[in-house]
C-alpha cells in the first residue's frame, strides 16, 4: 500500500523526510510528485512529476490516458516552490523503481 515514501529532500512541506501521500481534498496548483492508483488491484499505474500538481492531473483526465480512467485515486505529495524538476524527478524516479508502474515507459524524468 502506497501512503508514505522516506525519502529525504529540503523541499518537502513541513521539511520532513516521510512525504506523505494524499488523497483526498482538493490538489494544489503548486509542484509536487503524483501517482495514479488502480482502485480494484491496488497497483501503482503512473507516477509523475510537475510543476503544477493540479494542472496536469486534470490534463492527463482530459486527455483520456488510460491511467487516469474513473476506477483511480491520485495520490500527490506537494512540495514548496525551492523544488527543482532535478529533485522531483529524484523522487519520481525512486518511485518508478520502486512500484515499476505499467503505463511510465521510461525510469522517470525527461517528459
Same mark, same amino acid.
Given at each position: 500500500?502506497?501512503?508514505?515514501?522516506?525519502?529525504?529532500?529540503?523541499?518537502?512541506?513541513?521539511? +520532513?523526510?516521510? $512525504?506523505?501521500?494524499?488523497? %483526498?481534498? *482538493?490538489?494544489?496548483?503548486?509542484?509536487?510528485?503524483?501517482?495514479?492508483?488502480?482502485?480494484?488491484?491496488?497497483?501503482? $499505474?503512473?507516477?509523475?512529476?510537475? @510543476?503544477?500538481? %493540479? @494542472?496536469?492531473?486534470?490534463?492527463?483526465? @482530459?486527455?483520456?490516458?488510460?491511467? @487516469? *480512467?474513473?476506477?483511480?485515486?491520485?495520490?500527490?505529495?506537494?512540495?514548496?516552490?525551492?523544488?527543482?524538476?532535478?529533485?522531483?524527478?529524484?523522487?519520481?524516479?525512486?518511485?518508478?523503481?520502486?512500484? *515499476?508502474? *505499467?503505463?511510465? %515507459?521510461? +525510469?522517470?524524468?525527461?517528459?
Amino acid at each position: 500500500m502506497v501512503n508514505s515514501i522516506i525519502f529525504n529532500t529540503p523541499y518537502c512541506l513541513g521539511m +520532513s523526510r516521510r $512525504l506523505r501521500f494524499r488523497s %483526498r481534498g *482538493k490538489i494544489p496548483s503548486g509542484p509536487g510528485i503524483y501517482l495514479f492508483k488502480n482502485n480494484r488491484n491496488g497497483m501503482i $499505474l503512473y507516477v509523475g512529476e510537475t @510543476a503544477t500538481l %493540479r @494542472a496536469r492531473t486534470n490534463r492527463h483526465r @482530459a486527455e483520456g490516458r488510460p491511467f @487516469a *480512467k474513473r476506477n483511480t485515486t491520485i495520490f500527490w505529495i506537494p512540495l514548496d516552490n525551492r523544488s527543482t524538476s532535478t529533485s522531483r524527478r529524484k523522487i519520481e524516479t525512486r518511485l518508478i523503481k520502486q512500484h *515499476k508502474p *505499467k503505463f511510465n %515507459r521510461n +525510469s522517470g524524468g525527461g517528459g
